[in-house]
């Protein structure tokens, strides 16, 4: 079995946003050699989420509408959480959108369907923040 | 190390329902000869997803509750995603509950509890959609 | 390539709460001598979670706060589910936090961020459950 360790470091110009990935995973994918296996990525911040969904601007938009209605940000007072911090609601929002993914390896390729796109949620940005990228197999 | 790959092919005969995955992933289990590792089933589809619940029916319909009360279909043109689209709901409802699930393999079979049975959850039907099932280990 | 498995037996003293499991999961992993490989932890019943976020009680007060405002305990008589069951806002709540984590194994230690914990997320408690560690890798 082989194993292929690689961080991606990220820092997202505004508190929140998405970015994808997906070019950055195949290149580590390629990187590694493994041709069959499980790959998985993960936030290494748990204010922020690796999840798997569709690369249209117009979602992304609302992906931040349905955010802020199931956990806002504001007002910061609101959370337990943001006696020192204010950034409760970004924990919350992560929970929702998951913290990575496991993707199968096949051919020495993400095995995907015609639409899936990794992306990075960020939901406290303004800061470097890392991803791991750990791939499993021969 | 030993892979092992299969996809199922899904028509969901309305938008949204939920079908229990859980024999057709034993069977490719039972195919693939492993004995010990990690099986990941995923949906291929954004718009679908693959989760560990109960297999009853009442629960079921809280689900659909539940999702329509976070992600609500209607009207369609509350979402941006919705220009040419009507299914940002549904790429919603599938962030809530996720893209799919890793399960251990032991003694060749699906490590559960009691109660645990995978559902392929389709959040915007009618036509063909795929399951992803990869397992590696020996 | 090398698999391990450990059972944790947990019993909450209240319905609902949150238990840090990553001292039990760096001793499985520590047990098991695995080095490089991928590590699997999840609740074996469907009413509870095993996530990846902050230590800190004031969160875990706004997890409570945040679940009972998507999916309600109360008034049971809401769900489908609870014919016979009380616990459908539980199976609910699971969902949004996730039924388990996977997790990289680097030089024999879980590969976390700096925030990094695994915690039990007990949704309908006052029983005894089973949480499942499974570490494949060389």
Same mark, same amino acid.
């Given at each position: 079995?082989? %194993?292929?360790?690689?961080?991606?470091? *990220?820092?997202?110009?505004? /508190?929140? &946003?998405? $970015?994808? $990935? +997906?070019?950055?995973v195949?290149? #580590? $994918?390629?990187?590694?050699? *493994?041709?069959?296996g499980l790959l998985l990525c993960n #936030?290494?911040? *748990?204010?922020? %989420?690796v999840f798997i969904? @569709?690369?249209?601007? &117009?979602?992304?938009? !609302?992906?931040?509408?349905?955010?802020?209605?199931?956990?806002?940000?504001?007002?910061?007072?609101?959370?337990?959480?943001? &006696?020192?911090? !204010?950034? #409760? @609601?970004?924990?919350?929002? /992560?929970?929702?959108?998951g913290r990575g993914v496991v993707v199968a390896v +096949? !051919?020495?390729?993400l095995d995907?369907?015609?639409?899936?796109?990794i992306?990075?949620?960020?939901? !406290?940005?303004? /800061?470097?923040? /890392?991803?791991?990228i750990k791939i499993i197999?021969?």
């Open positions: 079995m082989k %194993s292929f360790r690689k961080e991606l470091v *990220i820092h997202y110009p505004r /508190r929140r &946003g998405y $970015l994808n $990935l +997906t070019p950055q195949e290149a #580590a $994918l390629a990187e590694s050699g *493994i041709r069959e #936030a290494m911040h *748990i204010t922020a %989420s969904n @569709d690369d249209e601007a &117009g979602l992304h938009s !609302d992906f931040e509408e349905f955010l802020e209605r199931l956990a806002p940000e504001l007002p910061h007072e609101q959370y337990h959480h943001n &006696g020192f911090e !204010d950034n #409760a @609601d970004a924990h919350l929002k /992560r929970q929702i959108m +096949t !051919d020495g390729k995907f369907g015609p639409w899936e796109q992306f990075y949620g960020e939901f !406290d940005g303004l /800061r470097n923040k /890392r991803v791991l197999g021969d």
